[in-house]
């Protein structure tokens, strides 16, 4: 295989110092539409900030967040060990050759062992072929507002949204929108939150597969905007810009909504490797 | 738009209503978690602080490592409500003002109006435009701590908003 380090720099630069297409575009036309003049002049900050940090290769944001790497296996791809050692240490590599922030510590003691440890989630595609790897890092100004709620299997939408909606409100304005929100629907707990966060990957400009759902990421979108929270909290029309969906497969006795929370640098970059 | 030079004292506080934009110049001082728990021991032990708060800029902030050839990487405001509980002993040491992102609860909103100081919200999640503002970093105490050791940050028309005034007005409706 080619030098993947090498194309892991690259990933890990490409999603720290540039926001995605799908983003920008999105934050592009929420300014054009924005009249509220304070919400507007935040955004332009946002729209602004973008533009310096690709033009300078320096971090969209401070908090250059917790590497989550998704890699995903195709069935001709020999997944070893040794492989997942170079993808990681690559990462972390790249992390502090980028002077990226050392931003990870041990949960109890804070001690900050400089670049090291990540989050890494590995997906088996049996009818795939070659290997992509995916890097979110994430922010804690907005994962600290993840939530899961273990719904009664007899609760009706509407409760669903409602809960969602508070989510975004609790949230607030320290948590940088305008959002996007990944929510994961079924699953156990912790599967819920994953897809809440895989949620996250999908372009935001194509739409979810699953009609119902689409309806439904429309309606709680329309009542987060409702909220005029706005970017910086200083009110507008935008206080999200997307919300995407992913569902699975539940227990009979429960139904399980996680809720992950992305800031307006919704930050992520994949690489297909053959 | 107001212009305003550091030090930042009543009288300039006091002309400032929430919700107005400013640019400002002058010197913060970062502080976030780790350091903020640090002085609040120091003080509660009685012991010398490493530098002096007296009528300093704090600036709720992590910068990532300094880039080559630059005098500071990406720097925005981190969360002020995880702050909220070490803020009376650093208003009571005599710090002024404060620059974060987001709400603050209704007790700092009064204890800003009883020491006169300020609340000030910068551009959320723009760090690499705030880099632009920066003119010089010097590390004050704490090297251990890493990004979240004290840093003195020399600023140049850094754009801020009145998020809570010394009268206790605050921008946002509803404070938790």
Redesign the interface.
Known sequence: MKDISKHIEDLVRKASFSLRKDIEKALEKAYHQEKEK?AK??LG??L???K??EK?????????GLPVIFIEAGNDVKLTAALLKRVRDAVLGAYKD??????LVDPLT?N?P?YQGLIEHIIFLPKAKGLRITILPKGF?SE?KTQLKMFEPTAQIKQIEEFIVNCVKEA?????PPFFLGIGIGGTSEYALYLAKKALLDKIDSPNNDKFLRTLEKRILSKINSLKIG????GGKFTALAVKIKKSQTHIAGLPVGVNIS???LRSATIKIK | MKKINGPLDKKNIQGLKAGELILFSGTFYTARDQAHKILVELMGKGKKLPLDLKNQIIYYCGPTKTPPGRVIGSCGPTTSARMDSFTKPLLENGISAMVGKGRRTKSIIRLIKKHRAIYFLAPAGCGALLSKFILAKKLICFRHLGPEAIYSLKVKEFPLIVGIDWQGRSIYEKET
């Open positions: 304070k002049m935040a900050w946002i602004e900030n973008a310096i940090a300078e290769k320096i971090a969209l944001c401070q908090d250059t980028n002077c990226l922030r050392p931003s804070r900050n400089q100004g600290n607030g304005p320290e948590s940088c970017p910086m909290g200083l800031c307006h640098a």
